[in-house]
Every structure is written in C-alpha cells, then in structure tokens.
C-alpha cells in the first residue's frame, strides 16, 4: 500500500498568478507535439514542412481546448450546463474531456488540410503519433490535482487518497498515463517509421487509445454527477471509447484492403 503525496497542484507564482502544474502539463504537450512533428515534417515524402507544423499548432491548440471543454459540458455535464450555459465558459472550475478534445483537433485538421490542399487522413496520420506524450503528460496533470482515482484495490501498489478515505485505490491516472502516453507513443512511432497505407496510422492510433481507455474504465470510478451508465459497470468513457475502437477497426481495414487492391492492380498492368 501507498500513500499519495501530498503535490501543491499550484507549480509556482508569478506575483498575483498562480500557475498550475495541470496547464504546465498542457504546455509540455503542445511543445512535444511540436517538437515531434518538426522531426517528422523532416522525412521525404512528409505532408507537412517545419513551417506548416507551427503554424498548425495554432490550430491545434484552439481544436483542443475549445473541443475539450465543449465535450467535457456535453458529455459529462449537460444537465449542469442547461441550467447554466455560462458554465461552458468557466475554464477555471476544471473539466475537458479527451474526446471532445479529440473532435476539436479533427475539425482542426480538416480545415488545415483543406488550407494547404492536402488530405485529410493524409494528415491525420502524420498527427497521430505526435498525441501520445500530451496525452500521458495530461494523465500526470490529473495525478497532481488528485482526480480521476479508482476504484478500490488490494493490489500493492494500491494508493491512499486521504480525501476519499483510508482505502488503497487504483492509481487509474498513472495507468492512463503509461497507456496512452508511453506505450501508445512507442507502438504509433514505430508503426508509422515505416510507409503504410493511407488511413492506417490514423486506424491503430483509435484502435489502441479506444482499447486502451475501455480497459482502465474498468477500475476508474465514473464521475460521480453521472455515475455507471448501464449494468452496474459501463462508465461514459466506455460509451465514447466504442465507436474509437470499432472506427480504429473500419480504418485499419479499409486501409490494407484498398492496398491490396491496388497492389493487385498494379501486378495485373505488370
């Protein structure tokens, strides 16, 4: 068993402002993200040059905080938010959610391709590897703020959060953060250093988030104004996590089969 420490969720002050060690965590998101997509922008063949990446973070960064609040009010606090649609604007109180974060930074990538004349998958697939690091520096916000435990647990690397009790619970924030930050990152950045099919990098980047965040629901409490959903278990991050893991499915085979098919064709015309 393991005792949480106790982590000023406040990183240091500059006079009257307080900076958070959550928004620091967005920020080393957004750099990484950067960083990794100059790298990226470098390989022959790369639909976007080092200029385009920054100038794509703007993008970004608007895609995911405006999708992620904006899902978090719809998903997880509508009814809140009908009897106060200002809520919606009240940043400071907390609340986003990864996949209307997810949606924002779609939309985003859709208008940009649009801009530079690119395709859409084409650039989703140079993103996706990019997302992972944001995603475990986010989970790692969460453990600071001491949000999003688990459920209760015997295991031994069990923590106690004093505020929910004396009892050992999952640390699901550092399981998140493991999942979707370090392996997803190592398993996309492998995957994609080698040419795919259009749409595939895309496919397993939703495939693995999906699968990945479908399992630590399993020992994440719900957020208590919801609750489970359905069956004593089924949590919304489950409900949103489906349609990645079958979208991720749809993408990955209509990718290969579309290679294989012109793979044919080609070896017909030879």
Request: proline fraction near 7%; charged fraction near 15%; aromatic fraction near 14%.
């Amino acid at each position: 068993m393991l005792l949480y420490p106790e982590i000023d969720p406040v990183a240091f002050r500059l006079g009257p402002l307080a900076v958070h060690w959550y928004g620091l965590m967005y920020a080393v998101g957004f750099v990484a993200g950067w960083w990794l997509g100059r790298l990226r922008a470098r390989r022959p063949g790369a639909p976007l040059t080092p200029t385009q990446v920054d100038d794509f973070l703007v993008y970004a960064a608007l895609g995911v905080v405006l999708g992620g609040r904006i899902g978090y009010v719809l998903f997880y606090n509508l009814s809140a938010f009908l009897d106060n649609p200002l809520l919606i604007f009240k940043l400071w109180e907390g609340g986003m959610s990864f996949h209307g974060g997810l949606l924002g930074v779609l939309t985003a990538a859709w208008l940009y391709a649009r801009k530079i004349g690119s395709r859409f998958l084409v650039l989703t697939d140079f993103l996706a590897p990019l997302t992972p690091i944001g995603l475990g520096a986010g989970r790692i916000g969460n453990f600071i703020n001491g949000e999003l435990w688990g459920a209760p647990t015997d295991l031994p690397w069990g923590m106690v959060y004093l505020p929910l009790g004396g009892m050992p619970r999952h640390p699901s924030q550092l399981y998140q953060a493991l999942l979707e930050g370090l392996v997803l990152f190592v398993i996309l950045w492998w995957f994609s250093s080698r040419p795919r099919p259009r749409a595939a990098v895309s496919g397993l980047f939703l495939l693995c988030y999906g699968s990945f965040r479908f399992l630590v629901e399993f020992v994440r409490l719900p957020d208590p104004q919801l609750g489970y959903l359905a069956f004593g278990w089924v949590t919304m991050g489950q409900v949103l996590s489906l349609p990645m893991i079958v979208g991720g499915l749809g993408l990955l085979a209509w990718a290969y089969g579309r290679n294989n098919k012109e793979r044919g064709r080609h070896a017909a015309i030879s």
